[in-house]
């Protein structure tokens, strides 16, 4: 079964950094692609950061470029979002999310697992 199970998620002033972990289980975490979305409050799921299933290649949505890092430890069976510059508009509960392929996607629906999400408060 797999299980995915986010972290580091807080309350932070504008310009502000956090850092969110996720820690999978029950899979070849290599094997797989992961990403990152979020979700504000009155609004669809959004994609921020997707990352292959070796590390090789990332992806991110315009909004994050520059600011957001996504990384992972296939060691550990970690995925990582470093998220510098925070700004107000980052504000919403991030989730990661895992697919049965290798390669990146910036699509919701082609993730097969998600976590329970964390949330990611930034204060002007």
């Known amino acids: 079964q797999v299980q995915l199970v986010e972290s580091g998620g807080g309350l932070v002033q504008a310009g502000g950094s956090l850092r969110l972990s996720c820690a999978a289980s029950?899979?070849?975490?290599?094997?797989?692609?992961m990403g990152w979305f979020r979700q504000a409050p009155g609004k669809e799921r959004e994609f921020v950061a997707t990352?292959?299933?070796?590390?090789?290649?990332?992806d991110y949505t315009d909004s994050v470029k520059g600011r957001f890092t996504i990384s992972r430890d296939n060691a550990k069976n970690t995925l990582y979002l470093q998220m510098n510059s925070l700004k107000v508009e980052d504000t919403a509960i991030y989730y990661c999310?895992?697919?049965?392929?290798?390669?990146?996607?910036?699509?919701?629906?082609?993730?097969?697992?998600w976590g329970q999400g964390t949330q990611v408060t930034v204060s002007s």
């Open positions: 999310a895992t697919r049965t392929y290798i390669s990146r996607s910036s699509s919701p629906y082609e993730y097969d697992y």
């Open positions: 990352i292959s299933g070796s590390g090789g290649t990332t």
């Open positions: 029950g899979r070849t975490f290599s094997l797989y692609a």
